[in-house]
């Protein structure tokens, strides 16, 4: 069951889209803030600039689609291909939020990005009608592993295989490194006490360590900040530094969690959308940078409000004390060779 905990969307400053900075480029229009939709909106923006979505999207037949308001990938759909086009105005979306309020994603209640992101993919899943495409989509983020747990008494071993569509890293409370979080990610855990695996061979659950390896990476890597800390009903945010670099390799830094079994040459993954939070927990605000598929630039977009940014800018989600912090980051793999274009219209 979806969780509507502790992060948040507080009212943006604006409502209206803002133009004095800004010339309208192609896939770049803002969201109007609606109920407190900054959540949703910001997850639009980064879905909108994964063009092997909005592609694959595009290609389903939905004339035989119930209108009914109900269907996630119909609205989503419309949503997507309006955000496509160079018009000024910020793009018409309520349709598509009432459609995740009658999927239990209400509006004007907090959520949680990365937990409304897995369920808006989950709903696109039940919902299409062409099994083939939803695989596709599936697949786009489907990160796919191995894990191996042994028993610390007897050394019997099982393996299982799973997948996840978000790679969740724990943060600490210091200053991290992306590469360092994933290293720990996949680091051997001792599982004891409440913790302990049932061994088949012993016939009772036995203290145990467990051993996550990849078996395979996706196109679009979802990295998730774990951020939050729940303790005695309490949530707190960590406003930590975590520093992530706009391109990485993680075949030489994941060189250990690689399976045997692991067949793919290309790790090489590229940044191009940045899911921030600021504030609190209880009271805080989303927003999005994001690359430009047409002139390779960054931009800032709050909800209407949308504005060309550097990579600098975009490094100042990095962390600290009250500031916004990065929260979901999103890598497509490949090497970006193309440096940013000057484009007239975006000033």
């Not at 979505?53 to 989503?76: C, K, Q």
């Amino acid at each position: 069951m979806f969780r509507r905990v502790f992060s948040l969307c507080a009212s943006s400053s604006s409502s209206d889209f803002d133009v004095r900075d800004f010339r309208p480029v192609r896939g770049m229009r803002g969201l109007s803030n609606y109920r407190l939709s900054c959540c949703v909106n910001s997850l639009l923006q980064t879905l909108s600039s994964t063009w092997e979505l909005t592609e694959l999207i595009e290609r389903w037949d939905d004339a035989s689609v119930r209108e009914d308001g109900r269907n996630v990938p119909l609205e989503l759909k419309r949503v997507l291909t309006a955000m496509q086009s160079d018009s000024p105005q910020p793009a018409p979306h309520r349709d598509f939020l009432r459609c995740l309020d009658r999927n239990h994603i209400h509006l004007g209640a907090q959520h949680d990005a990365d937990e409304v992101f897995l369920f808006i993919l989950n709903l696109v899943q039940q919902q299409m009608d062409d099994s083939t495409l939803t695989l596709s989509i599936q697949n786009l983020y489907k990160i796919s592993t191995e894990t191996l747990v042994k028993c610390l008494e007897c050394s019997f071993e099982q393996t299982m295989t799973s997948f996840m569509l978000s790679l969740p890293l724990h943060v600490r409370e210091d200053d991290n490194y992306l590469e360092s979080c994933m290293s720990t990610f996949f680091e051997p855990q001792e599982l004891r006490g409440i913790n302990c695996c049932y061994c088949a061979n012993c016939g009772f659950k036995r203290p145990s360590e467990k051993v996550v390896k990849l078996l395979a990476l996706p196109p679009i890597l979802c990295v998730h900040l774990k951020r939050f800390r729940n303790s005695k009903g309490y949530t707190r945010k960590l406003d930590c530094r975590v520093s992530f670099p706009e391109t990485l390799d993680l075949s030489e830094i994941l060189t250990e969690a690689l399976s045997a079994n692991f067949a793919q040459s290309d790790c090489r993954y590229t940044l191009y959308a940045v899911v921030v939070h600021s504030g609190f927990a209880e009271c805080g605000h989303y927003t999005a940078y994001v690359r430009n598929r047409g002139n390779q630039c960054w931009y800032y977009t709050d909800d209407s409000h949308v504005q060309k940014a550097s990579w600098e800018e975009v490094q100042s989600s990095y962390g600290g004390s009250h500031r916004k912090t990065a929260y979901m980051l999103m890598y497509r793999k490949g090497w970006n060779q193309h440096r940013p274009q000057p484009d007239e219209r975006s000033g």
